[in-house]
């Protein structure tokens, strides 16, 4: 397959000198991909408390 | 086949399916997306032209591709419950909606970066960048004109037509926006074409990419769809035997 | 169709002083740019069919909330969508009388625009027969939006945020035709293909105006 054209660790982190055009873009990228993703679930985990802790009420008050 | 078509549409049993699938789809996503990021980030050669910077494809060619397929998916929602009123359909459009934008978002900003180095300003007025600028207004718009609207059968019935007016109108957009790009040319032709052709070495990890995103959109899309469904549904007798059982 | 037509001109007539306020806001802006910028006659042409041609879109958008607001406080919408008659051919109806009372005026305000602009005169006509194909264009797309949004209240700006960007591809052929033909060249291929866009819009406008304030009036 490929070879990993960097030398060493500096030369993966300069980039070329490209440095402060790659490594934000993937940054920024992980930050949103990530967010997008893990943000619903904890959605769905709160809607879901929410409607057991409204079931709940409801139970009480129906006693 | 209708009671299978039926099934599809009910929100209790795409419910049940997506919590079956979603584990696998999730875990397929971050996969494909660890691989491709690794393949684009280190495996892969530098450009002859370009250098490092070329890396940057590999992040905004997907982008820029999964905000087109994210709009046409949400048009073809709104299409299907403009026509049929299956409910799920309107989810499933509401859901895509703020997906759509912050790939639009990331491909117009990775855009800018790799403008940066290349063209020597933040933004240019590339015709594809342009483009997708005008894209995210689309977005915003639909989303914007969702939110305004009270009632939330009429909401999701005017932004499906909207959504539809919307698609229409990309072809016409791009081509009116590749014309006038051409007309401003310069002779000296700074406005390269951000992704030309792709090197061999290069096209398998951007391919991989590509399907890694749009994995993503499938599980993050049915992780959204979920908790609108809950919403939505929040008071019939299916919901609270599943939270009583959870 | 045709009497829907002849009341809105009516109604639109009473209400003279309506008119000219989008007609005004047009002449303000456009004199905005020579004063926010400098004076100077050939960048003031070289600008001049773009700068006009944003100035035509946003008048118009000022003028679009006229166009189905006030039938919809008074109930007359709703009668017209129940009425026999096919909705899109109502929307037709309404929207060429809007464009008579909004989008005609602004072409025939034009030159003078282009006067205070210093447009070389071949490219002033190159503005009429853009706006001319063009503000058909503008009236039945802006429609679709106030369509959408006629039930809310103060939709001025969510209208803007929808409407402009599908004005976008009006606007790059309209202004770029201008240019074309200070250049000395031909504006055939930015008018015919506004004129494509034109025939786009008059056949699938009115059903999306149409659907959409069935949505609205719900």
């Known amino acids: 397959m490929n070879q990993i054209p960097f030398g060493s660790l500096e030369e993966f982190l300069a980039m070329g000198g490209y440095a402060a055009y790659v490594w934000p873009v993937y940054i920024i990228a992980l930050a949103v991909l990530v967010a997008n993703l893990v943000i619903p679930f904890r959605t769905e985990r709160r809607i879901l408390r929410d409607i057991a802790r409204r079931l709940r009420r409801e139970q009480r008050g129906m006693q | 086949m209708w009671v299978w078509f039926h099934k599809l549409g009910s929100p209790r049993h795409f419910y049940r399916i997506s919590g079956r699938l979603l584990p696998w789809l999730t875990a397929l996503a971050v996969g494909l997306l660890a691989v491709g990021l690794a393949w684009g980030l280190v495996f892969s050669p530098p450009d002859y032209q370009q250098g490092e910077t070329v890396r940057i494809m590999y992040i905004h060619v997907p982008a820029a591709v999964m905000s087109m397929v994210v709009y046409a998916v949400m048009a073809a929602a709104g299409f299907v419950y403009l026509v049929w009123r299956i409910k799920l359909a309107d989810l499933v459009a509401a859901a895509s909606a703020p997906v759509g934008a912050w790939f639009t978002v990331l491909a117009l900003v990775t855009g800018s970066l790799w403008g940066k180095p290349m063209w020597g300003t933040w933004w240019a007025w590339d015709a594809r960048l342009t483009a997708e600028l005008i894209l995210l207004f689309l977005y915003l718009g639909y989303m914007a004109l969702y939110n305004a609207i009270e009632d939330r059968r009429s909401a999701g019935r005017a932004a499906a037509v909207l959504a539809l007016v919307g698609v229409v109108n990309l072809p016409i957009i791009h081509y009116s926006v590749e014309w006038w790009y051409t007309l401003h040319q310069g002779p000296t032709t700074r406005g390269m074409r951000i992704a030309g052709t792709v090197h061999p070495d290069m096209r398998y990890p951007l391919l991989t990419m590509m399907l890694a995103f749009g994995v993503y959109y499938a599980a993050v899309l049915l992780k959204r769809t979920r908790c609108l469904v809950l919403e939505t549904e929040r008071d019939s007798a299916w919901v609270r035997e599943l939270v009583k059982t959870t | ?218």
Do not use: C
């Open chain 3, 1 to 218: 169709m045709v009497s829907v037509v002849k009341r809105d001109l009516l109604l639109a007539v009473r209400h003279r002083s309506e008119l000219v306020n989008p007609l005004l806001f047009f002449l303000i802006v456009v004199s905005l740019f020579p004063l926010s910028l400098e004076p100077d006659p050939r960048m003031l042409a070289t600008i001049g069919g773009g700068v006009i041609w944003v100035a035509a879109l946003l008048a118009g958008m000022l003028a679009l909330d006229a166009m189905f607001r006030p039938d919809f406080e008074d109930g007359t919408l709703e009668q017209l969508v129940l009425s026999p008659q096919p909705v899109a051919a109502l929307a037709l109806a309404k929207v060429f009388a809007h464009w008579l009372v909004s989008g005609l005026p602004l072409m025939l305000m034009a030159p003078l625009l282009g006067v205070l602009m210093n447009l070389p005169g071949e490219a002033m006509l190159a503005l009429l027969a853009t706006l001319a194909v063009g503000t058909p264009v503008i009236s039945l797309v802006g429609a679709i939006g106030v369509a959408l949004t006629v039930g809310l209240r103060r939709s001025g700006v969510l209208l803007s945020l929808l409407v402009l960007p599908l004005y976008i591809p009006v606007l790059i052929f309209g202004a770029a035709a201008a240019g074309d033909a200070a250049a000395g060249q031909s504006i055939a291929g930015p008018v015919l293909f506004i004129g494509a866009m034109l025939v786009l819009a008059l056949t699938l406008a009115p059903l999306a105006i149409g659907a959409a304030l069935r949505i609205s009036l719900e």
